[in-house]
Every structure is written in structure tokens, then in C-alpha cells.
């Protein structure tokens, strides 16, 4: 009794090796193999790069707000004070600030004094964010106390106002000039509030990787800023910074608990979150879109089998005839288009990696060939495009490729295990 060979047996795998690389006059379609295999590379490759894109500017998105901002943000609801004013102040910030900062995960507890000016230097003005600190809480932020970003010397911090990177370009200014704040909520006399007006030597000016933190934020010492502001012996609000600011809402119970019944908090998540949401809508959607293009890559390898099974058509009804089943020639075909979206994936991998890893240069070069402006950080918040490989993106690409690949592949190739060899037979 003849014994049936295993499925992708080695003469199907030479068979189909031998359709793959026939010439045209041998009646073979390799035109149309690399047509489909350039598809499949290039549709791989968009796909990857995107995604990589996507997930890279996610990331560095993220890591400059929780590197330069509070994650969680304590502050209180209004009461009113002897005088009948509405206020919002901490006045026994030192012990909260011990308080919250004993909470487990919490790493930093900040109390922060807020508020607007207007900075101006040499006619020129631009309106900032006052930040005021210790210089022991300035130091423990990472985007601001970065070394390698920064002029100046942090621990003349006490003698002046830190600045960012944007302020000091927009006013003109760099380390050692003198700028001018302007409040005007300042001295109350008889005739009114007169603006408050006081000079600061800028001792440091930071890069936070954020272009509208940069172009708007100042720190200064806490003790001067409570001057400035009036603010005496209070606070605005507690920064904390904690472990895992991704998980930042598991800290709300404990931190609430901590603060007392006045206490309100406000996260990163919540100031950020709808761009976050944003970001998240127009990922799903690209995934969306460059799958279709994966789709349409794939079809190619479609139109490719069916010509190949057409041309083929002789071959079909002699190996039918011979005795090779349905079976062995529909995987037969199947090993054809198979190969064709395995080896166009492997390609667009790999482009589409090295696309990543060397973004940089990329950039640079196209940024230099259209003359520059192509990133402009004043409306993408960030100062380079990104790209950050992620396993998982690398394997979706993968799977959406090769699945797809695999799926269109099966029409054409019952089409041919299928077809009769007495009709592809009668007119040879």
C-alpha cells in the first residue's frame, strides 16, 4: 500500500521554489513576485515606523511633563480668614508637606508658591509662570536640574531666578543679566494696588524638552516668592512627585486621607489627559489605516497567484494526472504566496527598524534638504520627532503582515488544487 507523503512534503517545497524563479518565457510571473514583494516590504515598513514614531512621542511626551511637573498637585478650597477674605493659601505647609510625603510611593512633597508676571529686560517682555521653591526641591526635579540641558549654576539658585530656555531667548537675556518682574497685584495704598516692580539676576536657565514649559516657566526661592506675592508663612499648593505617575490615580485615597477634609487634588493625567485621549484616538486610527495598506500590499500577491495558476495551468493537470492531490497542490501554491509575504515582512522589519534606530540623522537630512522648519516645537510641544521600537509594535506589524499574507493567499490556491486536470488538459 503506497504511503501518503506528509503535508509541505520536499518535492512541494521545490516545486513551488521553481514557480517562484521561472522566467517569463518559462511561463512564470516573476514580475509580478517582486512587484508583491516590494508591496509587502514597503507596507511593512510604514507600518513599523509609525508605529515606532507613535510610541515615541507618546513617551517622550510623558516623560517631559512628569520630568519637569508635579504629579499630583495638593491644594486647598477657599474659607475665609479673620478679615472676612476668601482664601485658598496652605499656612502649615512644613507639616503637610511631612505629612504627605510619608505616604508610601510618594517620592517628592514640594511647597510651591504660584503665580503670573510679566518679565521684561531690555524692552523686551514676555509673560511667565512664577514657580517658587526651595533649592533642595529645584534640585530634585529631573528636566530642570539636568546638567547636560542647563547654563548656569543650580546652587546659586538662592541669589536669583531660574529661568527657562525660551524666556531667555524671548527676552534676550543669558546667565549673570538682570530681569524685571512685574506683578499687578502689588502694593495696596490709599489711591489703590499699585503694580509691584522687582529686579533678579538670572542665575540658571534650563531646557525641561517641553517648548511651552520652556517658554513660560521661572522658579524662585520660596522665601522671596511668599515677598512677592504676599504670600506670608503660606503656600499655594504641595507638589508631590511619586513612583509610578502612570498608576498615578491609586495614590488619590491615601493622598485625600493624608490632607485633610480641605484638600483637593489635581494630576498630571488631568491637566494632560485629553491630549493623552487625543493621542491615543489618532493611534487607533493610523493602525487602522496603514493595516488597509498592509491589506492592499497583501493583494498583490493575489493578482500574482491567479496569474500563476493560469500560466501554470498545463503543470496542474500533468502533476494531477500523475497523482499529486488536491492537497499538495493547493500547498504548493500556498508555499508561493507564503514565501512571497514571509520574505517582504522580514524586509519591511528590518527597514523599518533601522528607520528607527537612526531617526536622528534621518530627520537632520530631510530637515536639511527642504531648507529646515520642518519640526516646529512651538506646535508639537517637543523639539525632535521621536521613535522608541517596541516589541509588541514589532510583533502587531508581524502578525497583521503575515496573517494577512497567509489568509489571500488560500483563494487562489484552491482555485488551482481545484482545478480539473481533464479540462486543463484539453487543448494542449
Known sequence: MARTPPPFAAFEWMIAWRYLRAKRAEG??????WISLAGITLAVFALIATLAVRSGF???????????????????????????????????????????????GVTRATPTVKGQVMTTADGRNSGVEVFGISEQNLESIPRIA???????????????????????????????DTIKLISPDGVKTAFGTSPR????????????????????????????????????NAVDEIELAVKNPDQVDQYAAPLLQAAGNRAYLW???????????????????????????????????????????????????????MGLSEGSVLRVFF????????????????????????IDPI?????????????????????????ELKFGDVMSAVSLSLGLSFVVTIFPARRAARMNPVEALRYE
Open 28 to 33: 512564470g510571473v516573476s514580475v509580478m513576485t
Open 58 to 104: 507618546r513617551t517622550e511626551f510623558v516623560d517631559t511633563i512628569v520630568g519637569s511637573s508635579a504629579h499630583v498637585t495638593v491644594y486647598y478650597t477657599g474659607e475665609q480668614d479673620d478679615l472676612g477674605r476668601v482664601t485658598r493659601t496652605i499656612s502649615d505647609y512644613d507639616a503637610l508637606a511631612a505629612k504627605l510625603a510619608q505616604v508610601p
Open 146 to 176: 539636568d546638567p547636560e540641558t542647563s547654563q548656569g549654576d543650580i546652587a546659586r539658585f538662592n541669589d536669583g531666578v531660574a529661568i527657562g530656555s525660551g524666556v531667555a531667548r524671548e527676552l534676550g537675556v543669558g546667565i549673570g
Open 197 to 232: 516692580v522687582k529686579s533678579y539676576d538670572v542665575v540658571y536657565i534650563f531646557t525641561a524638552g517641553r517648548y511651552d514649559i520652556d517658554r513660560t516657566r521661572l522658579y524662585m526661592p520660596i522665601a522671596e516668592a511668599q515677598l512677592y506675592f504676599n504670600r506670608e
Open 267 to 321: 494630576t498630571w493625567k488631568d491637566a494632560s489627559g485629553s491630549f493623552l485621549n487625543a493621542l491615543q484616538v489618532e493611534d487607533n486610527v493610523m493602525f487602522i489605516i496603514l493595516s488597509i495598506l498592509v491589506l492592499i500590499a497583501a493583494m498583490n500577491i493575489v493578482s500574482g497567484l491567479i496569474m500563476l495558476v493560469k500560466n501554470k495551468g498545463r503543470d496542474i493537470g500533468i502533476l494531477r494526472t
Open 335 to 358: 508555499i508561493c504566496g507564503a514565501f512571497t509575504g514571509l520574505i517582504g515582512t522580514a524586509l519591511g522589519v528590518i527597514f523599518g527598524c533601522l528607520f528607527a534606530l537612526y
Open 363 to 387: 530627520f537632520s537630512l530631510v530637515n536639511y534638504i527642504s531648507g529646515g522648519g520642518v519640526w516646529d516645537p512651538s506646535v508639537r510641544g517637543i523639539y525632535q520627532l521621536p521613535a
